[in-house]
């Protein structure tokens, strides 16, 4: 068999698959599910497959579930619950009436449980974890049959009844599927079904203090909901002939399929719960929904517009090949996006304050700004030109190298919207620092041309010193410094100039005063959002993403 591969944009093996199924009348109906564990925040991985499967729901004739996999609860939590269910919401889907829990179905799992003893397809083993773990055998070596394993049936639903009935501590006993310890696939090596954990559960309570494993509660879940087609990741490939075996053995309502599709890699990122549990634990970032974190939290914060991360899983594509994705698409998508729909504004990271010595004191006026270069209809808005202005530190040298056309001593460019300025001298404190610039400016070039036709070479953006308003700009950078972060030491691998904050920045006072939530665009700095930490006094922005820095790129050339 060739192997499978994404093919256009939109359509992959997967679709494939259901579109043959629909057209050999396999269903009327397509039903999907989204089966998420409430033990952490939904991330950019889980995206992909909420698309893959929400999107085949409204591409086909079909629906998908959103199905809590909440069957260990000690690491479940209704925080979780909540969270998902906005992240899926903010993502662009619905689940409509389709919402459910694994723990509906606690009930009918353990009678099922009671007909695969009563059947002799399942067994209360009293070995204690370990011992079940080395008695598996390994990839080239068979398991041992545990001395438990014959049990008459009567003992067994004895023991389970009492398993759930409380009598035993945890781990005191599991209830494990017969099958056979000398299976090629470890998956079928006797599974345990059934743990005991006398733990609160966030929706039933202290009712039961038995939980079923992911396996077995799985499959029998999307057989209870009539899904057809049950879509995960690669890693539950060597699970579908156990799947497979529960659906057979067992008196379900519906016999579902599972696909298994290669889950989304990130250079840069790690996408495991369990490590992004640990950096909120241990405090590297400042919660779930950190702007760093990969999380849907973290990058709805950060200003990441759901648009993005949707066009962003449609250009990858699915397939049956694991691979590793360069966050440069992403940060492509995102970059698309924003500069579509964001507003420009102006704001200056680092200031460097000018005065233009042949405009009159006490006089200001007003320039007409864009609000967006292709859309007309995003209209315009007025800027304050004045006497004393802020540009940008970085847009000022000295002694410039050849090819930097900003502003330096003798050097004429253009302010965004205002006029041609010149640079006419320097003020520097007493450790020889650069503090205050000296210009003039020339009153024909008012709207950015002059009239003489002469050209600069650079249009840089600046703010009025009078109204702009102090702000703090928060600068994320990725937050490991290793394109393939290891996930079993990555504390090694974290970046430590992930968040670069800039105290002293200041932006336009519209900006300020706005309390909106929508990214805009900073000219020339990047994308930036109103962060929640924003106070009355002091506004924080933070970085959505920058734009590709020219001058970097021609300086590393050289
Ligand atoms: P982790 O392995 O990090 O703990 P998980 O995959 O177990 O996460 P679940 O809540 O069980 O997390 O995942 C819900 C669904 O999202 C599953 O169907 C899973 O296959 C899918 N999923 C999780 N991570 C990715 C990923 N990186 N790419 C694509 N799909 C993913
Ligand atoms: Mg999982």
Redesign the pocket.
Known sequence: MTEPVATEVGRDFIRDIIQADLDQGKYKEIVTR????PNGYLHI??A??IALNFGIAQEFPGRCHLRF?DTNPVKEEQEYIDSIQADVRWLGFDWGKNLFFASDYFDRLYEWAEKLIQDGLAYVDDQTQEEIRLSRGTLTEPGKNSPFRDRPVEENLDLFRRMKAGEFPNGARVLRAKIDMAAGNINLRDPVLYRILHAHHPRTGNAWCIYPSYDYAHGQSDAIECITHSI??LEFEDHRPLYDWFIEKLPVPSEPHQYEFA???LTYTL????VLTQLVRDGHVAGWDDPRMPTMAGMRRRGVPPAALREFVKRIGVAKANSVVDVGMLEFCIREELNRTSQRRMAVLKPLKVVIENYPEGKTEELEAINHPDNASAGTRKITFGRELYIEQDDFMENPPKKFFRLSPGNEVRLRYAYFVKCTGVVKNDAGEVVELRCTYDPATRGGNAPDGRKVKATMHWLPAATSVPAEIRIYNQLFSNPSPDASNFAADLNPNSLEILSDARIEASVAESNSTEPMQFERQGYFVRDKDSTPGKPVFSRTIGLRDTFAKEVAKG
């Open positions: 989204f089966p998420p564990e991985g889980h992909k497959s996999d995960c990741t889950r989304l890699n996408l495991s719960k369990r």
